[in-house]
């Protein structure tokens, strides 16, 4: 089994900032892509920003130039620096990555259970 567990949210004032951490373990082959996505109320799930195993990354238009993924391939953990924070950044976020257990050879997407965010004004 294969688990993705968060780590990093809460309640910050507009203009400041969040470090989001994401660890998987479990029975892993290999961890490929591993994106951030967040859910607001009322709205869709969208992706916030991933990043290949290469370190290929990209970015929802609406957080370019605030937010920075990265991760360490070792520690299979992703992480999302969250600077400039504005009220509308107010989400529960979820981290997402593909992922190849042992003994198998199709990847599955697995998801962690989400931490909210939320930016006062």
């Known amino acids: 089994q294969v688990q993705l567990v968060e780590s990093g949210g809460g309640l910050v004032q507009a203009g400041g900032s969040l470090r989001l951490s994401c660890a998987a373990s479990?029975?892993?082959?290999?961890?490929?892509?591993m994106s951030w996505y967040r859910q607001a109320p009322g709205k869709a799930r969208e992706l916030v920003a991933g990043?290949?195993?290469?370190?290929?990354?990209n970015y929802a238009e609406s957080v370019k130039g605030r937010f920075t993924i990265s991760r360490d391939n070792g520690k299979n953990t992703v992480y999302l620096q969250m600077d400039s924070l504005k009220p509308e950044d107010t989400a529960v976020y979820y981290c997402?990555?593909?992922?190849?257990?042992?003994?198998?050879?199709?990847?599955?997407?697995?998801w962690g259970q989400g931490t909210q965010v939320t930016v006062s004004s």
């Open positions: 990043i290949t195993n290469g370190g290929n990354t």
């Open positions: 997402s990555a593909v992922i190849i257990e042992r003994g198998t050879i199709t990847p599955r997407t697995y």
């Open positions: 479990g029975s892993i082959f290999r961890v490929n892509s």
